[in-house]
């Protein structure tokens, strides 16, 4: 067959396109597309080659150990799906144990840590130099060069040393040229390792943040917090945003020893009086003066509570705690500030019932800001049946567990979940870290056993359930395959898919173990 395009010359590149933006209903133009294919083909004939790009300097060398090869397939596998809950765990254990990363590996992983930034801190440390060789290749990759390449696990960081130094330029590049939740990162790091240096860069970009940015900032400063830190946070009383002003007061009241808490300990003692017989007399304030709204305490409620109980809550939780075993050792009880047992003894005396949950709220505030964990023990004591555990314990019983040893925060959940079950746990299993030990595994297993009897759903324990799977020890796998044994169709899958999962925990930990 003839084609139309030998019976018309071809015209310039200009008129070719110039036709097909018009269309050949409104322009005919036959053999439009043979014209543009030879159009093409002489266009690029009459190129000079040009010169070659230089070559890129040859990867760092990386002296760490190579990863065993069941681990590297394992880490293919779960690169491939990245969606895997597993992969968080993979990388932590790989980058404390000091592996590389594959070679042939690391566009994956980079590409994984991209799309999820949980990811991130520890891809880029397994990564290593080659990985910052290779991101500094691709744009796509460029949030790898503003992550710090930090020191080995295994090997304390020098005193004053950079740990960021890569081809940004180090800290400075992370600090000024970072996404914010990375400048977030590296500023808690260094307040980990040197909180003068890290409020010293705090300070220095501080006028020119925006007011969202200056909290979270701020609230970074709880890594290392001192009294060194006082007059920053003190200046920041001032600050024209209303929650960075309340997030540096709550700061300084972590300070025991700092003005603030002073200040309020003065007004807690106006507020609540010991009286004759030893009970606790609770007069909350009228009003809210300018010095306390100076000192972080908003002029009305914003809680919905009544103004009074929100200002009797505010000056008790920035108050410190020794001022109430003080308090109570000044009404002639020769044992009231003795030992262990001084929390328990203020806890235990009287109190104007008006304001008395708002009063043991706020102590359950004040322990965790303060890191007390004679007074969590003592607050979480008083539980008595889970109806009152909220109360008791001034409404979270999980962040009062935090206070707590890891093996007393075990047990005691071990404990309440025997008791209560599943339905309340949540929050408290996530403050109790990996593995589980026997007492608490028992007290799950038993609990999701005795859910499963009664034809509960199991999605209304998911939480749970994704907990269990990086907490159970890989022995309750066996446990747990009986009870999908016993289980209800829709149990017995789900309880098979827990056991499955801490199989592959076992093995994939166990891989990385090889030598």
Known sequence: MTTTADTRPAGSWTDLVEDALLGTNRRPSPGLLDHAALATVARRAGLRPAPAPELPAPAPFDERAALPAPAVRRLAALLAENSSELLPQWLATARGRGFAAPPELLPALLDAARQRSDLRGDAVAFAGPRGHWLAALNPDWRYALRVPLEESPTEPHP????????????????????????????????????????????????????????????????????????????????????????????????????????RMADRARQAVRVTEDGGLLVEPPDSCDAAMQRDGIAATSPTGRGDRAFWLGEIVAATPLSCWV?????????????????????????????????????????????????????????????????????GAPSRLLSVLPATERASWTARFVAEHGLAEAFQLLVTCPAPWPEDLSGAVLGALAQAAGTGSYPWSHSGVLGVAERCLPFAAAARIDALAGEASSAWAEVLTRLADTLRTRAAMLAELAQD
């Open 159 to 262: 005193a004053g040393a950079d740990s960021a130094a890569g081809p940004t330029g180090g800290a400075d590049a992370v600090w000024q040229e970072g996404l914010f939740a990375e400048r977030v990162t590296h500023l808690t790091r260094l307040r980990r390792r040197d909180p003068a240096a890290g409020l010293a860069l705090l300070h220095s970009t501080w006028s020119s943040e925006r007011a969202e940015d200056r909290l979270l900032f701020l609230d970074a400063l709880q890594e290392g917090l001192n009294l060194d830190d006082e007059p920053f946070l003190e200046a920041a009383l001032r600050d024209r945003a209303k929650n960075v002003r309340a997030t540096a007061a709550e700061l300084l009241s972590t300070l025991p020893g700092s003005a603030l808490a002073a």
């Open 326 to 394: 003080e308090l109570a050792g000044s009404s002639g009880d020769a044992n009231a500030a003795d030992g262990a047992d001084a929390p328990t003894r203020v806890l235990g005396r009287a109190v104007t019932p008006a304001w008395a949950d708002e009063l043991r709220e706020a102590w359950a505030r004040a322990a965790v800001r303060q890191h007390d964990a004679a007074w969590a023990r003592a607050l979480l004591a008083e539980r008595r049946g889970e109806e009152n555990a909220r109360a008791a314990s001034g």
